[in-house]
């Protein structure tokens, strides 16, 4: 079974700062695991996707992620956090042998700070 | 746009009334899904066709949910007898042939009040 734990319900950061949204999953398989976006009165976007090639993933918007087996973890970060970053960030797991479902975690809101 | 699209954005409706939602897909893509959201909680799977074909229905759709997509194109997704636990975003979703789950292209949505 798949799940998935996003361990901050929200996060501040001032503009500038780095980012630093965490992910936790569980997997029988070898999963593949993504973050999406969702901005107010907008459709969620794929920021981007890891699928057992490179551990470290990079996204649009100058985000990135590392996968990392032995902690279970696929954490999202920025270097430098811009105003229109504010908005709310999924962490989604799918099973690599059900290519047609993807669980998706709580969701973590970001806040940016002038 | 060529993007998904949903109809209504919004619509409240009473206690008991049944209601209808639409999602037009990207018109190449064969793989429509439907999500629930509510506040504080990531989307959560509903049903997925794949062309015209039902494949799956989550335990959340209840026998008061229906969903088509009768020429594999737009879908409609019912509930009949709304209750005020339905009220929630809900969200579709289309994918390409033979492409992988992840690559969802996401509709806005319709928030659904049900007083």
């Known amino acids: 079974a798949q799940s998935v734990t996003q361990l901050d319900s929200h996060v501040s950061v001032s503009e500038g700062t780095p980012v630093l949204l965490r992910c936790n999953y569980s997997?029988?398989?070898?999963?593949?695991l993504f973050w999406y976006v969702q901005h107010p009165n907008k459709g969620l976007q794929l920021l981007l996707k890891y699928t057992s090639a490179a551990t470290l993933v990079k996204g649009i918007n100058g985000f990135e992620a590392e996968f990392k087996k032995s902690e279970t973890s696929f954490h999202l970060t920025k270097p430098s956090a811009h105003m229109s970053d504010a908005a709310e960030y999924f962490c989604v797991v799918s099973d690599a042998n059900r290519d047609d479902k993807i669980i998706f975690g709580k969701g973590t809101r970001l806040h940016i700070l002038p | 746009d060529t993007g998904v699209s949903q109809d209504p954005r919004h619509k409240i409706t009473k206690r008991g009334q049944n209601v209808t939602f639409r999602c037009d897909p990207i018109?190449?893509?064969?793989?429509l899904y439907w999500y629930r959201q509510t506040l504080g909680q990531g989307p959560e799977f509903l049903t997925y066709?794949?062309?015209?074909?039902?494949?799956?229905k989550s335990r959340l759709l209840s026998d008061r949910f229906s969903a088509e997509r009768p020429k594999g194109s737009f879908s409609t997704l019912e509930i009949q007898r709304t209750e005020q636990g339905d009220s929630a975003m809900y969200l579709c979703?289309?994918?390409?042939?033979?492409?992988?789950?992840?690559?969802?292209?996401f509709g806005p949505g319709t928030r659904l009040t049900v007083t």
């Open positions: 979703a289309s994918s390409p042939r033979d492409r992988l789950a992840y690559e969802q292209y």
């Open positions: 066709f794949q062309n015209e074909a039902q494949l799956e």
């Open positions: 997997s029988s398989y070898s999963p593949s």
């Open positions: 018109s190449e893509h064969n793989r």
